[in-house]
């Protein structure tokens, strides 16, 4: 199903005259007459349905004043209604066609700016290396720190560039350097990358990108250091083994020559992957393995061996926010015992490493695992999970208070005009069955999921529920005299006049049955997806 988006959001006054958002001026005036005429006020006596009949009369009103205005119907396609009431309206800031226009363009230019500024993307890490044993030997309790920073820039469809640094500072040494690298995709299956680096490592290359198949890719590079000019060439496989597993091999030929072997596989709840890489003498194979217990935490283990390796991380992360989350890792191995503490946030990340001891004392290496592990436990089932679920609890009771009020009003509304409706829709209904025509015998709006229920089920009855609404006699007033009836394509269909949102923010559907010359017809669409009937597809 096409998922909404911020332009069809604005198309509610479209459904409300039952046109599309292409729709012609004519178009937009014929629709005008025909439902300001079966709206009027003066075609009811009885002071309620009056009423009633101005509410949704000015509705149809508004809706034609703003659609009719060329430079109206363009601010509202663009910002919807807000913009039409945030200084954008004629009046006294605006006074004329020209001032509207002029204005219209210096905020389309201001969105083009917010939309490239989207496409500004900055990450960057901060290292801080912290040692016990040097701190109770009196050298202090940084041993280093260590930042790097990107910022990476869509220039065009085609074009991209990537510019960043880093600085490290070791004891009382350091060093920096500077990467810039250009992207440009020659077709829609390769792409080519221009790098150069200034610094400790000043280099210059290229490296291109090709899909050699829909399962397949290959990369190819070569780079050469400013400082002793020597040559370095790289090239990577990789292939999907599946659909969540894939694999690479990845040869390097230079000064320190390497193959490498992986393997990547990841579904919604767990992730895993392995290396071995040989290299001019030397050898490291390493595992991953990362099990997602619930949306917001995790916990994964990594395992290290090679020539100059041996260790084991074990640890676990939670999700604080949408942009925030935290990890906390216990590694032992050839090094010593270490925690290290990760917290990301956006493109952000800030690593502590912390060695707490270079001896593998077991007593010390099962504390150093169980105390804080243990510690967390208990401030998460004491202090973490009843704080979340009290905030959660007031959250959803605040968003479902103003939620059930906005229903409740666009119910109201809704049933209104399904009075007005009742008695053009019951004529056209008895019309339509005395030459065989169309008739809807029952049209059903609202929640996707309980909707979906009924093609499972050879039954068509349907339990009452509030997230459901029956919009058999809007459909039935829509049907024209020809005997058609047709809701148009990226107009969300609670805006049509007797409709409403049910249940907001969830996925929505229209389910109708109907008839047509002497036969049954069914059928399902999206919120914003065309309906045209009758179609002999439909036919049961």
Known sequence: MEEPNEAQDNR??????????????????????????????????????????????????????????????????????????????LGPKLNGAEEVKAELERLKRMKEREKMAAHFRSSGTILANMSLPHCLDGDGLFRGMAMTSEIQSQLSKRNAVTVGGNLAVNGSEGGGAATAVFRHRLSEVSSVEFVASAGLRALIGVQTTRNLSSHSAATMGIAMSLRDGSLNLSNLWTRQLSETASGHIELTLGPQSSIAVGWQKKDQRRSASG???????????????????????????????????????????????????????????????????????????????????????PVFATGAFVVPASLYFVLKKLFIKPYYLRRNKQKALGEEEKTSSQVKEARAAAEKAQKLQQNVANRKRNRQLETGGLVIMKALYGNQIILNNLKSSSETSFESTSEVIDVTIPLNFLVNDSGQLKLHEGVKKSGIMGFYDPCPGRPKELYVEYVYAGNQYKVWVGDYEELQIPQGSHRI
């Open 12 to 89: 509610e006054l479209y459904a409300l005259l039952n046109l599309s958002a292409e729709a012609s001026d004519e178009e937009i005036r014929r629709a005008y007459r025909q439902w300001a005429q079966a709206y009027h006020p003066d075609k009811y006596q009885a002071p309620h349905m009056k009423d009633i009949a101005t509410e949704n009369f000015q509705r149809i009103c508004e809706a034609y004043e703003i659609l009719s205005d060329p430079n109206k119907r363009q601010i509202y396609d663009i910002y919807g209604m807000e913009g039409l009431t945030s200084g954008l309206e």
């Open 275 to 361: 290396e071995v890489k040989f290299g001019t003498g030397s050898f490291e194979t390493a595992v991953h393995y990362t099990h997602r217990f619930s949306p917001k935490s995790l916990g994964c283990i990594v395992g290290r061996v090679g020539s100059s390796s041996l260790e084991i991380e074990v640890g676990g992360g939670r999700k604080l926010s949408k942009f925030s989350s935290v990890r906390w890792l216990y590694i032992i191995g050839i090094q010593g015992i270490s925690w290290k503490f990760e917290l990301y946030r956006g493109g952000q990340k800030l690593i502590i490493p912390i060695l707490l001891t270079r001896h593998l004392n």
